[in-house]
């Protein structure tokens, strides 16, 4: 069965980090693009990172930019979220996507597979 599993979310206080894995299972992940979102409650789905098949694009969101990093190990079958100085507003279920999609406008670009998420908890 294919599907992606997405692990290392939790509680943390301000300026923590957290690292977020998304596995794979029954797909090569080498060949895909992959794209984290977060959705906070009451809040839309929001674009977070992008990194391209080739590893050779990325792209961020403004409100992460310099403080979150994404990456893979095609080894592993597994794409990495480093998230360091986290924030309450970085407050979220993030979730992690595989296509064929660039990395340009993936935040609206159709994925063809999803995760199910993990929460993610700034708090004092």
């Known amino acids: 069965q294919l599907q992606l599993v997405e692990s290392g979310g939790g509680l943390v206080q301000p300026g923590g980090s957290l690292r977020l894995s998304c596995e794979a299972s029954?797909?090569?992940?080498?060949?895909?693009?992959i794209a984290w979102f977060r959705q906070a409650p009451g809040k839309e789905r929001e674009g977070v990172s992008c990194?391209?098949?080739?590893?050779?694009?990325?792209n961020y969101a403004d409100s992460v930019k310099g403080r979150f990093t994404i990456s893979r190990d095609n080894a592993k079958n597994t794409v990495y979220l480093q998230m360091n100085n986290l924030q309450p507003e970085d407050t979220a279920v993030y979730r992690c996507?595989?296509?064929?999609?660039?990395?340009?406008?993936?935040?609206?670009?159709?994925?063809?597979?999803w995760g199910q998420g993990t929460q993610v908890t700034v708090s004092s």
């Open positions: 996507a595989a296509g064929d999609n660039p990395c340009s406008d993936y935040e609206v670009q159709p994925w063809d597979y």
């Open positions: 029954a797909f090569t992940l080498a060949y895909y693009g």
């Open positions: 990194l391209s098949s080739s590893g050779g694009s990325t």
